[in-house]
Nanobody, 112 residues
């Protein structure tokens, strides 16, 4: 059973940065595709980014250039570096491993 725990969320001003982390326990993530997904208030889930087993990386088109996903298999961790944050980035951010495992989410609020 894989458990995922996100951290790094918080309140940040527009234009600021945050780095989210998602640490896994119970199993290695090295063979899994890893994803970040977000849910904004009143909206559905939105896929943010993915990193494959071999390091292939994908972003939602609107986020490319501001967000950077990375993984550290030795630490069983996936990261999301978020720069130039906008109020519309306010959401709960979830990490996902494969198709079955989700974290509990971390709140990101972008506000002046």
């Amino acid at each position: 059973q894989v458990q995922l725990v996100e951290s790094g969320g918080g309140l940040v001003q527009p234009g600021g940065s945050l780095r989210l982390s998602c640490v896994a326990s119970g199993s290695s993530l090295s063979s899994s595709w890893l994803y970040w997904v977000r849910e904004a208030p009143g909206k559905g889930l939105e896929w943010v980014s993915a990193v494959g087993r071999g390091g292939s990386i994908y972003y939602a088109g609107s986020l490319k250039g501001r967000f950077t996903i990375s993984r550290d298999n030795a630490k069983n961790t996936v990261y999301l570096q978020m720069n130039s944050l906008k109020p519309e980035d306010t959401a709960v951010y979830y990490c996902q491993a494969g198709t079955n495992y989700w974290g509990q989410g971390t709140q990101v609020t972008v506000s002046a």
